[in-house]
């Protein structure tokens, strides 16, 4: 495959892409949300985060998450994280955890590019490790600079 034109590499190189994000959102989205609260430690801010501070001052992130669409475009049955669902400690807690799973979802969204080596060649296989970092990074970082505010919120004593 590694010989065929480039619009043909560009066709299924897409069509892998769309099968390989699509599905494995759809396998997270299966995850029961305790497994997010089992494995809390994996999600936790790091102090350099600034609690999300971070990646507003590096990212600007305020700049641009208006315009990043929700997954549940794709998969209806997710949970929309475009905005809160309530103020109440349930509603955060629930958002909290999505996000958790959202993150996680970009981070295993980013292996499965190392695939692309197997039938492109290697430039191209490159270009497609590049768009797995530049499409899911961004969402990553998004979840990063939410979560530590909504935990923020819910660590509040009024939110009690």
Excluded at 32 to 60: C, M, N
Excluded at 123 to 128: K, L, P
Excluded at 130 to 157: D, G, H, S, T
């Amino acid at each position: 495959m590694k010989d065929l034109p480039i619009i043909w590499l560009f066709v299924i190189n897409a069509l892998a892409w769309l099968s390989i994000q699509i599905g494995i959102s759809a396998i997270t989205n299966k995850i029961p949300i305790r497994w997010f609260v089992k494995y809390s430690w994996l999600f936790t801010s790091f102090h350099w985060e600034k609690e999300g501070g971070l990646w507003q001052d590096v990212a600007r992130v305020k700049a641009w998450k208006q315009y990043v669409p929700d997954g549940t475009l794709f998969i209806r049955s997710g949970y929309n994280k475009k905005q809160l669902h309530g103020w109440d400690s349930a509603s955060l807690s629930l958002f909290l955890l999505e996000s958790r799973r959202a993150e996680f979802t970009h981070w295993i969204s980013i292996p499965p590019a190392l695939l692309f080596f197997l039938w492109n060649p290697s430039w191209a296989g490159y270009v497609n490790l590049a768009y797995a970092i530049l499409f899911n990074v961004p969402l990553i970082i998004l979840q990063r600079y939410n979560r530590p505010r909504i935990e923020r919120i819910l660590k509040a004593p009024a939110s009690r």
